[in-house]
T-cell receptor
């Protein structure tokens, strides 16, 4: 069965510091991996996705993530946090066994300290 | 471009009442989904529709029914609301490349 684990339900960083949000997945076949961001009282927006090819994926707002098959990880990073990055972040997995179904992690709330 | 539109945005129900959450997308996608979001639990799939005329259960379907009225619309019905159904509900429309577009959500409180 597919699953997603996000380590750390709350992460705080100082403005300008590195952002690292962790995601590990389980999938019996090659996965599609996603990061979504949710701002308060809004729906989820796609930050970036990995399907095939290059394992380092660049997304919007300066975020990127690296697919590491050996570690079954897809951690999200941003070199320098901005106040506007404060939001909830969700990792999700989908694969050919699940059709178009997505399995979401429980989310990580990012706080940026001025 | 409206994308995915959900109505209503907020709703308070009494236990036992029924209601229908509406969702419409204007992107001509085949797949539409209903999720509920609860604190500390992420998003859980209630029902989905891979194409017009088909619906399937997700992880947490009990207490809900759905209708894929046409390609644009996918509604979620609570026949007899319970406090455990207090949640934020999201509709999503998904492309063939597995990109999901979400609505703004419906905040439902059952008292």
């Amino acid at each position: 069965a597919q699953s997603v684990t996000q380590l750390g339900s709350h992460v705080s960083v100082s403005e300008g510091a590195l952002v690292l949000l962790r995601c590990n997945y389980s999938s019996s076949v090659p996965p599609y991996l996603f990061w979504y961001v949710q701002y308060p009282n809004q729906g989820l927006q796609l930050l970036l996705k990995y399907t095939t090819g290059a394992t380092l994926v660049k997304g919007i707002n300066g975020f990127e993530a690296e697919f590491k098959k050996s570690e079954t990880s897809f951690h999200l990073t941003k070199p320098s946090a901005h106040m506007s990055d404060a939001a909830e972040y969700f990792c999700a997995v989908s694969d050919s066994n699940t059709g178009n179904q997505f399995y979401f992690g429980t989310g990580t709330s990012l706080t940026v300290i001025p | 471009n409206a994308g995915v539109t959900q109505t209503p945005k907020f709703q308070v129900l009494k236990t036992g009442q029924s209601m229908t959450l509406q969702c419409a997308q204007d992107m001509n996608h085949n797949s539409m989904y209903w999720y509920r979001q609860d604190p500390g639990m992420g998003l859980r799939l209630i029902y989905y529709s891979a194409s017009e005329g088909t619906t399937d259960k997700g992880e947490v379907p009990n207490g809900y029914n759905v209708s894929r009225l046409n390609k644009r619309e996918f509604s979620l019905r609570l026949e007899s609301a319970a406090p455990s159904q207090t949640s934020v509900y999201f509709c999503a429309s998904i492309t063939g490349l597995r990109r999901a577009f979400f609505g703004q959500g419906t905040r439902l409180t059952v008292v």
